[in-house]
């Protein structure tokens, strides 16, 4: 009985330094990589408009928004969180400009469509709202062991690299802001000014939005 213990100690503690390993391995694989904008959510990548056309060409219609805009919204697979698409008119509503997404509590009670097939509205460089068991929760139980399953502040800018811009307010709210300058779109021949704003409640994601402007658009605003 007590051999059966000690090795079950052991198999615990060998997955613990396995799932270590692969975590470290990763982040410094991740951190040799140049620093580039997140330009897509759930394979949606803003300015192409291809990748918007095969997800929205299943019949979702567009609402259309006082300013002229198209938006379209889709609850994810348990209805935890909610997907912002924009585009710049009903004329050329696969060019999508800017892409939300946000947690939602159950007093949320908006029309959208449900996407029951996405659990989490990811990015390509997997940041997402909410939670994942990682394999090293499920087999050990040990949280955060191997993989990202919890998007923080600082998983963030392993991910992304030091934001340009830090806001936190009374301990509990923090904002990261990333801005690039000159970044190239699938269908768009001018460089465009793209942003992203991720923010944080109590240490946890809750909300992140990539967008873009042309450079003509921005001196057309001053």
Not at 55 to 77: A, C, H, I, T
Not at 175 to 185: A, D, G, H, R
Not at 191 to 214: G, I, M, P
């Amino acid at each position: 009985m007590k051999n059966k213990k000690f090795y079950s100690v052991i198999s615990v503690v060998a997955t613990f330094i396995i799932f270590q390993f692969i975590f470290v391995f990763s982040a410094v694989a991740q951190d040799s990589n140049e620093m580039k904008p997140e330009l897509s959510v759930a394979g949606i990548e803003l300015g192409n408009r291809k990748s918007a056309e095969n997800f929205l060409k299943e019949g979702y219609s567009p609402r259309v928004e006082n300013d002229g805009r198209v938006s379209y919204y889709f609850y994810n697979k348990w209805a935890t969180q909610v997907m912002r698409l924009s585009a710049p008119s009903i004329e050329d509503k696969y060019f999508i400009t800017e892409i939300e997404v946000f947690r939602i509590g159950r007093s949320y009670q908006e029309r959208h469509f449900h996407t029951e097939e996405i659990k989490y509205f990811s990015t390509e460089s997997g940041v997402f709202i909410g939670f994942k068991q990682s394999a090293g929760y499920l087999i050990a139980g040990i949280k955060n062991a191997g993989a990202t399953n919890e998007i923080k502040p600082k998983t963030l800018i392993k991910i992304q690299g030091e934001p340009t811009e830090k806001v936190e307010t009374d301990k509990k709210y923090e904002t990261l802001s990333y801005s690039f300058p000159n970044v190239k779109l699938n269908d768009e021949e001018e460089s465009v000014n793209y942003e992203a704003e991720y923010e944080f409640y109590k240490d946890k994601l809750k909300r992140f939005k990539l967008t873009f402007a042309s450079n003509k658009e921005k001196l057309a605003k001053k």
